[in-house]
């Protein structure tokens, strides 16, 4: 099913829809937050690395243009190549270039959720390049045709039932559920790609400025293949994604590696410097980098600018109960969760995306766990808050508010609407609860249970207490 | 786009002042107390084992040098990818397992695409390879690789078995402390490379695997030993 010509609302109907796939994301979602709390219990210097990690953010993107030229200066000293890719198009041109002058005919990648929102792999296909995701969440994902549900675990909404499926049908190998042994078919069957590919395509998790330095961070170590076996190694890097030294380099390392699985450390942090140097026994003879702009020099000049200083740990996507609940598919972009949410709509546009920014309870969950403290909240309310002025809100909401703000401000009438709403849906709860509701109301009742109002409302509490026990 | 274009549109968009916190000073450096590297071996080990990976500690470069072959005979390896004598803390090792029998097999990569792939797919069934290492991390177990003339980047990553030689001298306390000792650290390399363990994965219903790409094992020999 193409996800993409669904409404938000078909898509979020579809994933309620499908339990296995909801209770996969919510069982993973909920492993990932507890692993991280342990990491953290273990690791008291968190809360202080947190606090220097928004400094070093903060002070990146504030002044992005001076970093980006330092950094830019120095991939060029150590012998790359930087283009600067103001969209999508540019981005994808120059990649399709590169792989015609080279005489690429495979490519092999490892994860990069930037290369997933340009859809730098349609456009390579369609100039005749074989590519293959080396990530095996991203393998599976690309034999499944299927988009990733997590920017992290891009499979977390598989069994391993469904792998061993899928690999026995597309890989003809014989069904196996076992971890272990659909790793081993995976590790076979990349190997030979790896060591005959002629590019290798990789994202960036920090460039540092002072050195052009490009960090890159692996568990299965698919990262460090794609950058050294193939003769061509192409970087692709959101514009934002710079630090300025390699000592906060080792600040925010710790910070979004605990973030995202709490590990202390991933298996691989990489740190690439220019392409393979004279001497040096291996190593790709040549290093592109593409920085990329597509829409993030706009989201600087929006109230929501400050989502430009997330480090992509899916920390927010982990503990938000919307994720728990509706997985990643159902936001239809490559972004979801509370950050999807935001940066969606701030780098494509409100007019396509408008619904994304109510996908939230406002719980603060996601300010709360987000390790450079991005005030999601506050920018989901600011987008709310440009959507419906630009009338993106539908009829009924927007009816249904007008009715509610005309009852809200008289409060003899709120208070009446009070007081029914407290008899009726007490005479429809069974036990306090109400599981279904009748006609129009039932979509709210469908996946979730609500409560009775209680017999005496909150006013009438306050003036008994006022009254007689607590007189102030 | 060109570069003056792309940077002009943004700074243009800074103008605005859109971001919570104007934050044009770096955080204040951080300061850490002295250490002592041999304090750390035990911390080092226990992370180390937690992440997968087994270390042996010896007290003499004979010993290191045993416990090598010993792992080369219990693989029934006759042969193994690694760095040069001269980046090895254990002086004259290749030559030694040379005459025990396991012989290092040069992995040096040439430039033309069709000899490349060639070397690339020789190497592919050598069992183990062989490192020395820049430093390593305590409160991780992490080791710091730093890879150039005569120290390959493929011997840490191609085979499923790495052995890599740390000295005790050469512990930190974090990476911010191994960064604070070595600033050009990622200057000096095309690649340097802070390794946690052996290749893994939870991809797969959060089960972890290991050896999904990089090694699957990953032995770490900690020589605490004077100079020799």
Request: aromatic share 6%; glycine share 8%; net charge neutral.
């Amino acid at each position: 099913m193409n996800m993409a010509n669904l409404t938000f609302h078909e898509r979020v109907s579809d994933a309620l829809a499908n339990p296995a796939a909801h209770q996969a994301v919510g069982r993973g979602a909920r492993k990932f937050t507890a692993n991280r709390a342990q990491a953290v219990a273990n690791f008291p210097q968190m809360d202080a690395l947190r606090d220097r990690a928004r400094l070093i953010r903060a002070r990146t993107v504030s002044k992005l243009d001076v970093f980006l030229a330092e950094f830019a200066d120095n991939v060029e000293a150590n012998g790359g190549c930087v283009f600067w890719a103001q969209n999508a198009a540019d981005a994808n041109d120059y990649v399709v270039k590169l792989a015609g002058a080279g005489d690429v005919r495979q490519v092999v990648k490892s994860k990069s959720m930037v290369t997933e929102e340009i859809e730098l792999n349609h456009a390579l296909e369609a100039a005749g390049v074989q590519v293959v995701e080396s990530d095996l969440g991203e393998f599976i994902i690309q034999l499944a045709g299927e988009k990733p549900s997590h920017i992290i675990a891009p499979v977390l909404h598989k069994t391993r039932a469904q792998v061993g499926e899928l690999f026995q049908e597309k890989l003809n190998t014989p069904y196996t559920d076992d971890p272990f042994a659909l790793n081993d078919i995976a590790r076979a069957h990349l190997r030979d790609i790896f060591l005959s590919a002629d590019m290798g395509i990789s994202g960036v998790n920090f460039g540092v400025a002072e050195s052009g330095t490009l960090s890159l961070v692996t568990n299965e170590g698919n990262g460090r293949f794609c950058t050294t076996t193939p003769r061509i190694h192409v970087a692709l890097m959101g514009m934002e994604r710079l630090v300025p030294t390699l000592a906060d380099l080792a600040t925010m390392l710790p910070v979004l590696e605990i973030s995202a699985t709490g590990q202390g450390l991933t298996v691989y942090n990489n740190l690439i410097t220019g392409p393979r140097r004279p001497g040096e026994p291996d190593g790709p003879e040549e290093l592109h980098v593409v920085i990329l702009d597509n829409g993030r020099s706009d989201a600087l000049a929006t109230e929501v600018a400050e989502i430009l200083y997330c480090i992509r740990c899916g920390a927010c996507m982990n503990i938000c109960p919307v994720y728990r609940s509706i997985g990643g598919h159902a936001y239809g972009s490559v972004y979801p969760g509370p950050l999807g949410s935001v940066v969606t709509p701030a780098l494509m546009g409100l007019d396509q995306w408008h619904q994304l920014p109510h996908a939230s309870t406002l719980c603060g969950a996601c300010k709360d766990i987000c390790p450079v403290r991005i005030d999601i909240p506050r920018l989901l309310l600011q987008l709310r808050d440009v959507s419906s002025r630009a009338d993106h809100s539908p009829a009924w909401l927007k009816t249904g508010m007008r009715i509610y703000g005309t009852i809200a401000q008289r409060p003899g009438l709120f208070r009446l609407g009070m007081r029914i709403g407290s008899v009726a849906t007490r005479l429809l709860a069974k036990k306090g609860w109400l599981n279904t509701l009748p006609p129009p109301l039932n979509g709210w009742t469908d996946h979730r249970a609500f409560h009775a109002l209680a017999k005496k409302s909150f006013r009438q509490l306050w003036t008994e207490r006022k009254t007689t026990e607590h007189p102030l | 786009m060109n570069r003056r274009d792309f940077l002009s549109n943004v700074r243009h968009s800074l103008q605005g002042n859109y971001l919570p916190v104007a934050q044009s000073q770096a955080p204040p450096v951080q300061s850490f107390s002295s250490f002592d590297p041999h304090d750390l071996a035990a911390q080092f080990t226990e992370r180390a084992l937690a992440v997968k990976s087994e270390v042996h500690q010896v007290t003499s470069h004979a010993a290191g040098c045993q416990r090598v072959r010993d792992i080369l005979a219990q693989h029934q390896a006759t042969r193994f990818i690694g760095w040069r004598d001269e980046f090895l803390p254990i002086q004259g090792l290749n030559n030694e397992l040379a005459q025990r029998g396991f012989q290092r097999q040069d992995s040096t990569i040439p430039n033309e695409p069709a000899d490349r792939r060639e070397t690339h797919l020789a190497l592919s069934d050598v069992p183990i390879g062989l490192t020395g290492a820049l430093a390593g991390l305590a409160d991780t177990g992490s080791l710091v690789v730093s890879c150039g003339d005569g120290c390959s980047r493929l011997s840490s990553l191609l085979p499923p078995i790495h052995i890599a030689l740390l000295e005790t001298r050469l512990l930190f306390p974090t990476i911010a402390h191994f960064v604070q000792a070595h600033p050009d650290a990622a200057r000096r390399t095309s690649n340097l490379v802070f390794i946690t363990g052996p290749s893994r994965s939870a991809d797969i219903e959060q089960t972890m695997t290991l050896g999904v790409h990089g090694p699957k094992e990953l032995h770490v020999i900690l020589i605490t030993a004077d100079h020799e």
